[in-house]
């Protein structure tokens, strides 16, 4: 098992660029989510999914959509980049909501000029 | 008040040392804790789930205190690849979603 993907593992964006944040997991958990790491801050959730064709915001979901059309994909979509966006993205999934571990993904590190 | 507090940090130890960290957290309708653990630049993995009666794992043990409300771990022996950062996790209560520590960075000395 390849566990969880993210693609890409760096990404410099422009202010006001958009782009997609892949991620794909293989265990067949139901629950997926997104969040951001920044220092001092923890890890903010950013938006989840408790299934296909179903989510829901986080703590901090402006600037960012999500769907789920499998599975085992959870694209992350930043509509209009901000230099606030930067940050590193963590994709996340697990068998439940919250009494289950977190399996993360290896991270996407965007810097936003 | 943050949600999940953890000590600061950072913590230098030597080898072979016994280092101990606690975590406070908010909502007292919590059920789910657990301690997970980051290496510098990777992304967090599940070190322990933190139980009622408290459980250990070979030099690690998690304790739970309900009525005041934190969590502990303790890492006996310490070796040079325990240096990482510890993140406590919590589950929100009512929002039911796991509110992250923003973690405590521990160094282990030769």
């Known amino acids: 098992n390849a566990g969880v993907t993210q693609t890409p593992k760096f990404q410099v964006l422009k202010t006001g660029q958009s782009m997609t944040l892949q991620c794909a997991q293989d265990m067949n958990h139901e629950y997926m989510s997104w969040y951001r790491q920044d220092p001092g801050m923890g890890l903010r959730l950013i938006h989840y999914?408790?299934?296909?064709?179903?989510?829901d915001q986080g703590e901090v979901p402006n600037g960012y959509n999500v769907s789920r059309s499998t599975t085992e994909d959870f694209p992350l979509r930043l509509l209009s980049a901000a230099p606030s966006q930067t940050s590193v993205y963590f994709c996340a999934s697990s068998y439940g909501v919250s009494s289950y571990e977190q399996y993360f993904g290896p991270g996407t590190r965007l810097t936003v000029t | 008040r943050k949600e999940v507090e953890q000590d600061p940090g950072p913590f230098n130890v030597p080898e072979g040392a016994t280092v101990a960290f606690n975590c406070t957290y908010s909502n007292s309708a919590s059920q789910s804790f657990f301690w997970y653990r980051q290496d510098c630049r990777k992304e967090p993995k599940l070190l322990m789930s933190v139980y009622s009666s408290g459980n250990e794992d070979g030099r690690f043990t998690a304790q739970l205190n309900r009525a005041s409300q934190y969590i502990s771990l303790l890492i006996r022996d310490s070796k040079l690849s325990d240096s990482a950062t510890y993140l406590c996790v919590v589950n929100g209560g009512a929002t039911n979603k796991l509110i992250f520590g923003t973690g405590t960075l521990l160094a282990v000395q030769p």
């Open positions: 999914s408790v299934g296909a064709g179903i989510t």
